[in-house]
């Protein structure tokens, strides 16, 4: 299933994710917006991990002493995705 998520606080606007919802694994990643190369890369890493250990590694990384960064708001949306699941 596909989920967007519409980022706060960081370069990339908008995060989809496509979830296997039967395995709570992630099929896919993409943003939209900020750092190209770096965000393939996460998405490249993520795929195919389950949702609980993405959420256990990138939750509270910083970007640049705003709070969050374009892995922490993947974590988020990662929550946000169990919660409706």
Known sequence: MEFKYGTQG????EITIDINEKDN??????????????LKGIGALVKGQKI???????????CNFKGTSCPDQLARALEDIKSEI
């Open 10 to 13: 960081v370069c990339s606007r």
């Open 25 to 38: 694994t992630i099929n896919s990643v993409s943003f939209l917006g900020g750092c190209n190369g770096n």
């Open 52 to 62: 609980d250990d993405v959420i256990a590694t990138l939750k509270g990384i910083d």
